[in-house]
């Protein structure tokens, strides 16, 4: 005879939640209730460490002002960065600006993948200032990522901006993921890029992006 595994009754308490439901709200509550260096402390704890002794009791302070530093992309928008700093201009030739060192984070590891992203685009009547482009980069840059599409956000964003002929972005990246686990290939690169407008349409003006960009690079 098959012995059928107990019903859970809805709690007097709550009304139409089983005692495990219950159980689990009540943790979910306890948890978001605990501060973020309590949840770092808690993390530390889990991986066989003692967040009391000496090398560790500021961690979880330092673990947050960290984290907060690095995603601080999340708290920042491109309107905000760029303020004052588009500029009506009668140019309409190519403006590079390339080697722009960036940190990001690859959001399935939580670890650190970095290089350097190269940005081009053609004027249309305005230009953004150059020290704002590598701050573009940043804002996205500075979130949980991953390249391809942080490369696409970069060239959306100057698109939306100044609405000029064409953006090229090309981002070369090493992936701490890779390189510090998994495969552990120390040496590989990845290489993404986004094409818009006259960068993706004409194959001239692409060519001519790449070309410097690579010519830059053997210098």
Do not use: N, W
């Amino acid at each position: 005879m098959t012995t059928k595994p107990p019903v859970e009754k809805p709690t007097p308490e709550r009304p139409g939640e089983t005692p495990a439901q219950v159980a689990e709200a009540a943790a979910h509550i306890e948890l978001a209730q605990a501060s973020t260096r309590q949840i770092y402390a808690e993390l530390l704890r889990r991986i066989g460490e003692d967040p009391a002794r000496d090398g560790l009791l500021r961690t979880p302070q330092r673990m947050e002002k960290s984290m907060a530093f690095l995603t601080q992309g999340y708290t920042q928008t491109v309107g905000e960065v760029l303020h004052d700093a588009l500029f009506d201009v009668d140019y309409d030739e190519m403006v590079i600006v390339r080697d722009i060192e960036f940190y990001s984070q690859c959001e399935h590891h939580l670890l650190p993948f970095f290089g350097k992203a190269h940005v081009a685009y053609l004027p249309q009547g305005k230009v953004v200032g150059l020290s704002k482009v590598a701050r573009i980069v940043d804002v996205f840059a500075r979130r949980l990522q991953v390249q391809e599409r942080l490369t696409r956000q970069i060239a959306d964003a100057i698109e939306d901006a100044i609405h000029p002929q064409g953006v090229g972005v090309v981002l070369e990246a090493q992936h701490l993921c890779m390189m510090m686990r998994g495969v552990e290939k120390q040496s590989s690169h990845t290489v993404t890029s986004a094409m818009l407008g006259v960068f993706k349409s004409q194959a001239q003006t692409r060519t001519e992006f790449l070309s410097l960009i690579d010519h830059a690079r053997r210098g």
